[in-house]
């Protein structure tokens, strides 16, 4: 697709953090960007910081980024959403950490779920910036509902931005993230207070933290405000999580009470492992292909696709709907990883999809 140019607009509602590392990394791409805010004076200051061109709304903007806490995000889609004025073809996204509840109390075609897995140490505007996405990993969440023209155009704004989009499920989303982000927070805090309390008789502990301690609990110095709402929403996720987490837990103090060398070394070795594995930040392939789907004109389509990429772990770089002219039937054009291409395609047989596949040069 088409890189932006300059009459393209978007909207950020919420200009902290991510609103406006948002707004400064698509300034950055020759887009006009209006912020509002629920603070008029952090509002002020993000036009001052650059991070948009003017405070307010805007009903012409193609895009808007809800940037707000969860418990106000429907409040706020449904504002933008009912903006006199709104052109036909506007999209609304939102960043909260939690998926299922957020998009269930939406229910409009024009809204596609989101979350960019990216952040900072520092709290507010102060942390923004707007490389904060490039090798990010950027979760978009439709549904059956979802219209595909409006998830393709977020698509490519988001890719633009330099991330990775993957696509779930809300409830997907707010399952693995309870495992791979509201645990591991609300561990770091933990763990960041019990070394706290140790302090207070052992003032030479915190002068004793060293890289290990100190990777662990980074995260505990993130915006504490956001996380009630989160661990209200996604609060079944969470504690399955860390049923599991107290299990294993358990589990490794039982093998150091029984001085447990073999099995201690055999947990290590097994984590060690898995760590060494995980992806690194995402880098743009120089190998694609192009996979066509022919699909059928109903519900669900892209919803089903695209979850199904994501389930199986294949970047989708770029998507298009070509419609057809006649009948109820159009095909969906994908460009994915090269070294995931044949992945895909065996998937999309096996649900009786006729996708076929070209690799690009």
Same mark, same amino acid.
């Given at each position: 697709m088409a890189s932006p140019s300059t009459a393209d607009r978007a909207a950020v509602i919420g200009t902290g953090l991510i609103g406006g590392s948002i707004g *400064? $990394?698509?300034? %950055?791409?020759?887009?006009?960007?209006?912020?509002?805010? =629920?603070?008029?004076?952090?509002? +002020?200051?993000? *036009? $001052?910081?650059? %991070?948009?061109?003017?405070?307010?709304?805007?009903?012409? =903007?193609?895009?808007?980024?809800? +940037?707000t806490p969860v418990d106000a995000v429907a409040k706020e889609v449904?504002?933008?959403l009912g903006q006199v004025g709104l052109r036909g073809d506007a999209v609304v996204t939102d960043v909260a950490g939690v998926k299922g509840p957020v998009v269930a109390s939406v229910g409009d075609p024009r809204f596609v779920g989101g979350h960019p897995m990216a952040g900072s140490e520092q709290v507010g505007l102060d942390g923004a910036d707007g490389e904060l996405f490039v090798g990010a990993t950027w979760v978009l969440t439709p549904t059956a509902i979802t219209d595909p023209g409006s998830y393709a155009r977020l698509q490519a704004v988001v890719v633009s931005l330099g991330a990775e989009v993957v696509a779930l499920s809300?409830?997907?989303?707010?399952?693995l993230v309870a495992v791979v982000s509201h645990v591991p927070h609300l561990t770091a805090a933990t763990l960041m207070n019990?070394?706290?309390?140790?302090?207070?008789?052992?003032?030479?502990?915190?002068?004793?933290?060293?890289?290990?301690f100190r990777d662990m609990t980074r995260i505990a110095a993130g915006q504490p405000g956001i996380w009630p709402d989160v661990c209200a929403d996604n609060a079944p996720a969470i504690v399955e999580a860390f049923d599991i987490l107290l299990a294993d837990l358990s589990a490794m103090r039982d093998r150091v009470a029984n001085g447990d060398r073999a099995g201690l070394l055999d947990v290590l070795e097994h984590a060690a492992t898995a760590r060494r594995s995980l992806p690194s930040r995402a880098v743009r392939p120089e190998r694609l292909s192009e996979i066509r789907v022919p699909v059928p004109d109903r519900p669900g389509v892209l919803s089903e696709i695209t979850t199904l990429a994501g389930d199986l772990g294949v970047n989708i770089a770029d998507l298009e709907i070509a419609h057809s002219a006649e009948g109820d039937r159009g095909v969906l054009v994908l460009v994915v990883d090269a070294d995931g291409s044949e992945r895909l395609v065996e998937a999309l047989h096996g649900r009786a999809y006729r996708a076929t596949a070209r690799n690009l040069q």
């Open positions: *400064l $990394a698509l300034r %950055a791409r020759g887009w006009h960007v209006t912020g509002h805010d =629920a603070d008029p004076d952090r509002a +002020a200051q993000a *036009l $001052a910081a650059g %991070a948009i061109d003017a405070v307010g709304f805007d009903p012409a =903007a193609q895009v808007t980024f809800v +940037a449904a504002a933008v809300p409830e997907q989303h707010d399952a019990l070394a706290d309390r140790k302090a207070e008789k052992h003032a030479a502990l915190l002068r004793l933290a060293a890289g290990g």
